[in-house]
């Protein structure tokens, strides 16, 4: 037993880190690793999206056919939807299920404004004709922003799931756990719009 | 002793009780989830198989009649494809599934429906990519699937679909078992099974589930553009409309350098348990073996563009890769060298786990010689797409990955059945296996020096091919003779082996000390661990491991 816990103390602090890990929200700790490799994913699409920005003969671009100001408008509703994802976590201290509710179905509402205006955006790319199969720039945009949608639908089904599992005045440790799973998987979802927006957007208006 | 409660509660997953079938499709048990695996690699590994038997005996006279040059590619790919995604990856997830819950003293594994769900992905992949046989549209672009051949105008038929959709679903599959095996390790272990005190095999597994959730996105992405070109009409690897075919290889090889790995590094932490035991020493660098795994992982992933020296990268690319590539033999060289000094003095026991295990390290350190060869971009611009890849990959992969997981195979049966494999078919196996393996690839390094190119259907009647041919296609009988050998052994054996007992090969970790098969949540109480060989600290209380 002497022999254990010197090992243990020799250790230092990577096995303290190590504890903190084994601690964890088993749920969030995979979800972690599942995002690990979700950036890696999402990492080739951009990669993907920027060496082809320029390539392939005149056609559409980001720049002539992007609607930005009305995408900038939508990227506020995504992003501040990460405020209320705050919030339903923080709720969980509290162990305020309809507080979590609340904040949860507030989550889910600013989610789907953004989804509906990539709806739009879509429409009227489609409207001017632009497709995925117009030219290399439409293939990039829609497979980047596209697999970024369909992670947008998955978080708020995942969400709306959660929050109808929490009832108000119930304890609820699955519930909860759950509750900071998915925080961690909105969270990124909106950090890889982070991304997406300032090189598929942004960038268009200085090139 | 610091006891780790998980602030969570975790449900026990419901052990089913009804028999037959039913209870092994409602399984979340991870022992019947490991043997589901290893079945249905099993299975796989019988069709790509019987694919290589053909192409083999296709390739066994110059002109040969016995395939016609479609068929042969069909088969050449679906072996290829076959081989890797569903043969050894299933198999490596299978033992990892069934003995890492064991050896990590803990009762199932982390997300116990989550592991089902992975299982039937895989079966579901595979059904897919075979369904094209059916379906009359058989992959035949060979299993890295390189554009522009595989683009919509080039690859008529719906080929490539089924190989992208297919390997798509295995992929997530694979992704979710690795997630589910690191979140195991990392919080499931018994008290005082630190990670200083893991098994070999488990590190690996470790080090393992991180390579496949980081290198098969990139795939999953480059399958995901190959689909839409060829079913939405964009334009990812179109020439004519700027897109370009080096990002499929830079993807596809992302994957595949580090694929190459995964199917290996599990495979040494098996070779790292089996060696110890059958030898009686502790296994010799335990840091080593371990730290060399870590940094295998990482060079692994930084390599990928040496299967692309002929691509035209220019010689600061090809010369950064050439170096990296040259750098990976000296942590696996760490490890052939630390399994020589376990057995270095050892009293050894030479069962047919233990002789494959050493066949294993032979084999591999043939086709690992022949990868810092290939790593010097000038040479594999002379070899490129030879016979001398091939002899190469089929030493690491047979003579390394297949030997090892064979070893694997006859060391855990007795932990799975209860029964001990036939050793006297065992050593018909292990000396068919030696004999098949070398017949039938070394020969293959001189036909690719000669300057055969792999993928073709036949060659001509030329003086060295003839023979070379011929002699590495008896090779490739013998190796069919011994996997019957093998399936034999298994069938006759699971039925009316020899009783093994809880732990036949008195060995020390923690998978032994319960019953064989262990009972449906594997340990009645949860064991604590004082060292690496736990088992041996419960068998000699007066003699304790002290680390």
Redesign the interface.
């Known amino acids: 037993m002497a022999s254990h816990s010197t090992a243990r103390s020799t250790t230092g602090n990577g096995m303290s880190r190590l504890e903190g890990i084994q601690r964890m929200n088993p749920n969030s700790l995979g979800v972690l690793l599942f995002i690990s490799s979700e950036v890696v994913f999402f990492g080739a699409l951009i990669i993907t999206y920027i060496t082809y920005r320029t390539a392939g003969p005149p056609g559409p671009t980001a720049r002539t056919v992007l609607n930005i100001p009305l995408t900038s408008v939508f990227t506020v509703f995504l992003l501040s939807s990460s405020y209320t994802m705050h919030r339903a976590t923080s709720r969980l201290v509290h162990n305020d299920a309809s507080g979590v509710r609340k904040w949860l179905l507030a989550t889910v509402l600013l989610g789907a404004i953004f989804i509906v205006g990539q709806g739009y955006e879509y429409v009227h790319l489609y409207m001017d004709s632009v497709t995925i199969s117009r030219n290399i720039w439409a293939s990039t945009f829609f497979v980047l922003t596209g697999f970024h949608g369909l992670h947008v639908i998955i978080g708020l089904i995942a969400m709306a799931v959660i929050a109808s599992v929490i009832q108000p005045g119930e304890d609820h440790p699955w519930g909860a756990a759950g509750v900071e799973a998915i925080s961690y998987y909105w969270h990124f979802v909106d950090a890889v719009w982070v991304v997406i927006f300032p090189v598929v957007y942004l960038w268009a208006l200085f090139s | 002793?610091?006891e780790?409660v998980?602030?969570?509660?975790?449900t026990m997953p419901t052990v089913t009780t009804t028999g037959g079938l039913w209870r092994w499709v409602a399984t979340v048990d991870h022992k019947d989830i490991g043997i589901l695996y290893m079945v249905t690699s099993l299975f796989f590994f019988l069709v790509g198989g019987v694919e290589a038997e053909f192409i083999r005996a296709q390739l066994m006279t110059p002109d040969g009649k016995i395939l016609d040059p479609t068929t042969f590619s069909e088969f050449f790919t679906m072996h290829g494809t076959t081989m890797v995604f569903l043969v050894v990856m299933p198999m490596i997830f299978g033992f990892a599934n069934y003995l890492v819950p064991l050896m990590i003293g803990a009762h199932d594994m982390?997300?116990p429906r989550?592991n089902a769900m992975s299982y039937w992905l895989l079966i579901f992949g595979g059904i897919l990519l075979y369904f094209s046989f059916v379906a009359g549209s058989v992959p035949s672009d060979m299993w890295f699937m390189y554009p522009p051949l595989t683009e919509a105008p080039y690859t008529l038929n719906a080929g490539p679909n089924y190989w992208a959709a297919g390997l798509l679903v295995t992929s997530v599959g694979s992704?979710a078992t690795s997630?589910?095996l690191?979140?195991t390790i990392?919080?499931l272990?018994a008290p005082?099974m630190?990670?200083?005190r893991l098994p070999l095999f488990v590190w690996m597994v470790l080090v393992n589930s991180f390579m496949v959730?980081?290198a098969?996105?990139?795939l999953?992405?480059?399958m995901?553009?190959l689909l839409?070109?060829r079913t939405?009409?964009?334009?990812?690897f179109?020439v004519a409309?700027?897109?370009?075919v080096l990002?499929w290889e830079h993807?596809f090889w992302?994957l595949g350098h580090p694929e190459v790995y995964i199917l290996i590094l599990p495979v040494f932490g098996m070779i790292s348990e089996i060696i110890p035991v059958f030898a009686r020493k502790l296994v010799f660098g335990y840091t080593f073996i371990a730290a060399s795994t870590v940094a295998i992982a990482f060079l692994s992933m930084s390599v990928w563009a040496h299967h692309m020296f002929t691509s035209g990268l220019g010689l600061t690319a090809d010369t950064y890769f050439v170096a990296a590539s040259m750098l990976i033999a000296v942590p696996t060289g760490v490890k052939v060298l630390t399994w020589l000094a376990t057995m270095w003095r050892g009293a050894i026991n030479f069962t047919t786990s233990m002789l494959f295990a050493v066949g294993f390290i032979g084999e591999f350190v043939i086709g690992g010689l022949t990868g810092p060869m290939l790593a010097v971009a000038p040479v594999d611009w002379q070899v490129h797409d030879s016979y001398f890849i091939v002899a190469h990959l089929h030493y690491v992969f047979y003579g390394g990955s297949v030997m090892g997981l064979m070893a694997g195979a006859y060391y855990w049966f007795p932990k799975m059945t209860g029964r001990l494999l036939s050793e006297p078919l065992g050593r018909w196996h292990f000396w068919l296996t030696i004999v098949g393996v070398n017949v039938a690839f070394f020969p293959m390094h001189f036909l690719g020096l000669l300057g055969m190119p792999r993928h073709v259907y036949t060659y001509p009647n030329l003086p060295a091919l003839e023979p070379l041919n011929f002699i590495s296609t008896i090779g490739a009988f013998v190796l069919g003779l011994s996997v019957l050998v093998f399936v034999w052994n298994i069938a006759s054996s699971a039925r009316g082996g020899q009783l093994a007992g809880d732990d036949p090969w008195d060995a020390w970790t923690l998978e032994w000390a319960t019953s064989s098969p262990p009972p449906p949540y594997n340990f009645e109480s949860v064991p604590i661990v004082?060292s690496r060989r736990p088992l041996w600290d419960i068998k000699h209380p007066e003699n304790p491991d002290?680390?």
């Open positions: 002793m610091a780790h998980s602030p969570y509660p975790r982390a997300y989550l992704i997630i589910n690191i979140v990392l919080q272990r005082g630190l990670i200083s959730i980081w098969l996105p990139p999953a992405a480059g995901t553009f839409a070109d939405l009409g964009s334009h990812f179109d409309n700027g897109g370009n990002l993807l992302w004082t002290r680390q």
